[in-house]
């Protein structure tokens, strides 16, 4: 009988994520045993204490569930609660909404891309090492993300925790002349967002792609934001309020984050890979043009390539940002008039990470019966720990250090928000 | 140049708010008028800033040609209250401890990420306010309530003494 080494592979405390989780590899030879992806940052009960609030302070609290995509907890929320109420909103609310969307996009996704992501492919442990061998890469980087941080301040009254969402609208509409100050940084942030994209589809990307069920919204006319059907690569075509029919949670000892899974108990995938698979087409000329002159082709499969993927939809919300401001005429009133009954509502947006599905039940006064958010970085868990399950086989011969990073850049391929899905990451590996 | 002192935290955290509770004690008008009276005249330039930590909106509160004093909550070491100094531009700051903002990119990464870029102000004095309870809703604790007086205290000594040295 062969007697091949057990190796367990251990990282107490993941960087680069957003929170606190840590990672387990165990490998038996070239053999994966086991993998967990741990979250221990303890859960935050929001769902619990939404109950008995009104209906109108949701958007604010929910924005307190993460400091990087508050906007989009915002918009799955009163989304949720506007379809329960029955409120049509404004088309520049609408439009509004993009716009801040996009905002949110460029800071999340120029973080990850220079800051959190870009130090794996160029060998460095984080940016700041990073910073003292290419400072005009990382001031571009940084440059970009206050773009996003204005359009947000902005629109949300500040850049953090932003305040104006309202379930109808907005508690203010900005004026045409404060959006257009916006322009002249987001035609420099759409350049900048190209040359990113050529930057990073330069780097080494491990030869890995797997077969994944892609999830995400599909609109008719956009790529998706605040709208759309939930779809997927093998068929599915569902309204939000089919989500739970469809996904279930479920708990794992290892994690206080739930686990999203298909009934039936499959893994998926959302986030941009999943989106640019789904809706290249609807990505305006320039970001197509931008995403083949990358090399990217449709489907593309290696999780690792979603860094190019998040520059080309750098350069989609940059442009998306400009094409709103361009067409933007102050709403009547900033939000419309809603009027509480009891019902229930749904609603999916698209967070920088992947979908985010909230449901809210209403009581004939408006308060909260019950809520249920689900967010990306839960979607995705049981998706990291596969691709770990195959990824580390591929390089298990390697030394532990290189085993550890390699893997710590896989599961940054997901930019995982833990504070979202509970907050991340410690790597143990394990050999015998 | 200019004096700036940059308070940092989350009000809604407990101790976290301990940089935060500083600048609003030196905010606040008696302690401005005490360091008027102390001093004789007002501070050119000062400005008292406060901040959620994050740290790419803190590298755009000073220039190079700044004078910055930063405090910040510290992690949970068993001494709740203690108060930490660093002079950021000789020294490094000490990882895991300070809490992290959004995607881990808190106080420090700021300052080192500043310094990685030539882009420190020309001296950064760093106070750290060690903390005990962090939770959400939880209330300062009363030794990080009588580290926040200590803190602002010292502060505004320095002010009045920097006020001083500039009228004289």
């Known amino acids: 009988m062969s007697k091949q080494p057990t190796r367990t592979i251990k990282v107490d405390t993941l960087a680069r994520v957003e929170g606190e989780g840590a990672l387990y590899i165990k490998l038996k030879g070239d053999q994966v045993q086991d993998v967990k992806l741990s979250i221990y940052e303890p859960p935050r009960f929001f769902e619990a204490f939404l109950r008995d609030r009104l209906y109108s302070e949701i958007p604010d609290i929910v924005a307190r569930i993460c400091g990087i995509c508050p906007i989009a907890y915002q918009m799955s929320a009163v989304h949720a609660i506007e379809n329960a109420l029955g409120v049509t909103i404004d088309p520049s609310?609408?439009?509004?909404?993009?716009?801040?969307?996009?905002?949110?996009?460029?800071?999340?996704?120029?973080?990850?891309?220079?800051?959190?992501?870009?130090?794996?492919?160029?060998?460095?442990?984080?940016?700041?090492?990073?910073?003292?061998?290419?400072?005009?890469?990382?001031?571009?980087?940084?440059?970009?993300?206050?773009?996003?941080?204005?359009?947000?301040?902005?629109?949300?009254?500040r850049e953090i925790h932003p305040v104006s969402a309202a379930v109808g609208g907005f508690y203010k509409a900005p004026s045409k002349s404060a959006l257009k100050e916006l322009v002249e940084e987001l035609q420099w942030a759409l350049d900048a967002s190209l040359a990113a994209a050529r930057w990073v589809s330069g780097f080494d990307f491990p030869d890995f792609e797997q077969n994944y069920e892609f999830v995400c919204l599909s609109h008719p006319e956009e790529y998706p934001f605040n709208e759309g059907r939930i779809v997927s690569n093998r068929g599915l075509d569902i309204d939000a309020s089919e989500y739970e029919a469809n996904f279930t949670e479920q708990h794992v000892q290892h994690s206080n984050a739930l686990h999203s899974v298909q009934r039936g108990g499959d893994s998926y995938m959302v986030g941009p890979l999943a989106r640019f698979n789904l809706n290249f087409d609807k990505l305006p000329e320039v970001a197509q043009q931008a995403a083949r002159d990358c090399g990217l082709q449709v489907p593309c499969r290696n999780p690792f390539r979603s860094i190019v993927v998040r520059a080309i939809e750098l350069v989609f919300a940059c442009h998306e940002a400009l094409r709103v401001i361009r067409e933007y005429e102050p709403p009547a009133a900033p939000r419309a008039q809603v009027l509480a009954r009891a019902s229930t509502g749904h609603a999916a947006t698209e967070a920088p990470r992947g979908l985010l599905y909230h449901r809210y039940a209403l009581d004939q006064d408006g308060l909260i019966v019950s809520a249920k958010i689900v967010p990306p970085t839960s979607q995705n868990q049981k998706r990291i720990e596969e691709d770990l399950r195959h990824f580390a086989g591929q390089v298990a011969t390697r030394p532990v250090e290189e085993i550890t990073s390699k893997c710590e850049q896989a599961v940054r391929n997901y930019d995982p928000c833990i504070s979202c899905a509970t907050h991340f990451l410690r790597l143990h590996l394990e050999r015998d | 140049m200019s004096l700036r002192i940059i308070g940092c935290g989350n009000i809604d955290r407990g101790d976290d708010a301990a940089g935060l509770l500083v600048a609003r004690r030196l905010h606040a008008p008696a302690a401005a008028s005490i360091a008027v009276a102390i001093a004789g005249v007002e501070i050119p330039g000062l400005v008292i800033m406060e901040q959620s930590g994050e740290s790419i909106s803190l590298m755009d509160c000073w220039t190079v040609n700044d004078d910055v004093v930063l405090v910040d909550a510290t992690a949970p070491r068993g001494t709740p209250g203690q108060v930490q100094r660093w002079n950021a531009r000789a020294d490094q700051l000490p990882e895991d401890i300070f809490p992290c903002s959004t995607h881990a990119f808190g106080v420090r990464e700021a300052v080192e990420l500043a310094r990685a870029m030539s882009g420190l102000p020309q001296t950064l004095l760093i106070y750290g306010i060690e903390g005990k309870q962090f939770f959400h809703g939880a209330p300062t604790s009363p030794e990080v309530e009588r580290a926040v007086e200590s803190v602002a205290n010292e502060l505004m000594m320095r002010l009045t003494a920097t006020s001083a040295r500039r009228c004289g």
């Open chain 1, 93 to 157: 609310v609408r439009l509004l909404r993009r716009l801040f969307y996009c905002g949110e996009w460029i800071e999340s996704h120029a973080l990850h891309v220079y800051m959190l992501h870009a130090p794996d492919f160029l060998g460095y442990p984080d940016g700041i090492t990073m910073a003292r061998d290419h400072q005009a890469i990382v001031q571009q980087g940084l440059r970009l993300k206050k773009a996003g941080n204005r359009i947000v301040a902005l629109m949300g009254g």
